[in-house]
């Protein structure tokens, strides 16, 4: 099954950017990454995805490495709504399931 | 547009009982998938249905769990007998038909706990 390893947690201060890395070294080449988040209490929620090129939408941008091994999250000003667990998901070869990663909590100080 | 909506949110149960949790997809979509959460864990894929079929069923455990989505009326995941062991945050994602990659809405989830 694709895999990807993600730090356990990062901290920031508010309204500075965050890098969220994300490792995927068994990536197939049809493979989409995509970045979900988690706030307490509540299921994940769409923040961004990609497939080989950089992706800007209003709430994030997705850097992907040339060789698509690994892959960064990044918000651009960080808000203590920010706060959250940022899975770095795969959709697993020929299926149709995500395997979500350990995820990293991110911790926003004020 | 309501969103994915599961109830209850939260379900007690005794060990021995059976627990249904229930799963309105977003309007249009025909697509749900359920994932279960344990503390302090990641989602763990268990089972994609689309109307009246289910597509993939691989992450169910083999006993006790089973799911549906009817032609009419939400998706249902039923869990017979339950163990402690099945106390776990339950959540429910849809996704419109056709549509891909696929982009998943997922509910506020049921927080199952066995007695």
């Known amino acids: 099954d694709a895999k990807t390893t993600q730090p356990n947690s990062m901290e920031s201060n508010e309204e500075e950017p965050v890098h969220l890395p994300c490792n995927h070294s068994t990536i197939s080449g049809t493979d989409y990454i995509h970045w979900y988040r988690q706030l307490p209490s509540q299921g994940p929620e769409y923040v961004i995805h990609g497939l080989t090129s950089n992706v800007n939408n209003r709430m994030a941008s997705l850097a992907i490495a040339e060789d698509r091994k690994s892959s960064t999250l990044i918000l651009h000003r960080a808000t203590l709504r920010d706060a959250a667990v940022y899975y770095c998901?795969?959709?697993?070869?020929?299926?149709?399931?995500?395997?979500f990663g350990t995820g990293t909590r991110l911790k926003v100080l004020a | 547009n309501a969103g994915v909506m599961q109830n209850p949110r939260h379900l007690v149960r005794r060990r021995g009982q059976e627990a249904r949790l229930r799963c309105s997809p977003m309007?249009?979509?025909?697509?749900v998938y359920w994932y279960r959460q344990l503390p302090e864990e990641g989602l763990k894929f268990m089972v994609y249905l689309q109307k009246e079929n289910i597509i993939d069923e691989s992450g169910m455990p083999k006993e006790r769990f089973s799911a549906e989505f009817p032609k009419e009326g939400p998706s249902i995941l039923r869990i017979q007998q339950v163990v402690r062991g099945d106390s776990a945050a339950y959540f429910c994602?849809?996704?419109?038909?056709?549509?891909?990659?696929?982009?998943?809405?997922f509910g506020s989830g049921t927080q199952l706990s066995v007695l």
């Open positions: 994602a849809s996704s419109p038909e056709g549509t891909g990659p696929e982009k998943l809405f």
């Open positions: 309007k249009g979509h025909s697509h």
């Open positions: 998901i795969l959709r697993d070869r020929g299926t149709y399931k995500y395997i």
